[in-house]
Each structure stands twice: as C-alpha cells, then as structure tokens.
C-alpha cells in the first residue's frame, strides 16, 4: 500500500444545486439527491494543515463548479455567469480526508483534463 502526499475532498450535490439543474433541464425532472450523488466525484488536493480544512476550495472553486456543471451536460451557455465562493457553497456539500492510499500494485497514472 501507497500513500498519496495528498488529501481528497468528496463532493455532494445539494438540495439547490438540483432545484437549479431541474430548472435548465427540465427532462431531469425526476431526479432526486440520491440520483444527483450516486457517484460523487472525489477531488486531490494539497495536504493541508489540519486547522485549515477546506481552505483549498477558495482556490480551486470555479474549476470545480466548472467540472461539475460539464460532467452533468449542463450547456454552458446555461451556466451561472459569475462563479463565486457563495455559489459553491450553497450548491455543494463536502467530506474531507486527510489520508489517501493506493491499494492497487498497478502504476499510478494521471491524464490532463
């Protein structure tokens, strides 16, 4: 086993971020949390001090919003013109993990996206 000089944050829909998604997509109308967050999406980041806890979602928010709003084909010309912080955090619920470990044996690779 490997561990990883990272933390992870896992990342939760909340109960606005499907109200709005409803409301630009309206075939999703059937939707539930459940539905929205049946496969979280988990996000590394720098391991940070354990006092801090989330201060790296004031540097990576929009990318994540941004990532979001594309993994659940929202067409951008849908999306919120500005992307802040109160957005985020109204739209997103988190867990934070402080220890991440590569139980595979396979080599560990990464891909740009």
């Known amino acids: 086993m490997k561990y ?13 971020l499907l109200s709005w998604v409803k409301l630009v997509q309206p075939d999703l109308h059937r939707w539930t949390l459940e ?3 049946n496969r979280p999406t988990a996000y590394l980041i720098e391991e940070e001090d354990q ?16 990532h979001e709003l594309s993994y659940l084909y929202i067409d951008k010309k849908l999306w919120p013109k500005e992307i802040t912080y109160e957005l985020f955090s109204s739209w997103f ?12 044996s ?4 990464s891909f740009d996206g």
Do not use: F, M, P
Not at 4 to 9: G, K, M, S, Y
């Open 4 to 16: 990883l000089n990272r933390h992870q944050i896992t990342l939760y829909a909340t109960e606005e």
């Open 35 to 37: 539905t929205i967050n």
């Open 51 to 66: 006092n801090c806890h989330g201060l790296a979602l004031e540097n990576y928010y929009k990318k994540i919003v941004k």
């Open 93 to 104: 619920t988190y867990q934070y993990h402080e220890e991440v470990c590569d139980l595979s």
């Open 106 to 109: 396979e080599k560990l690779e």
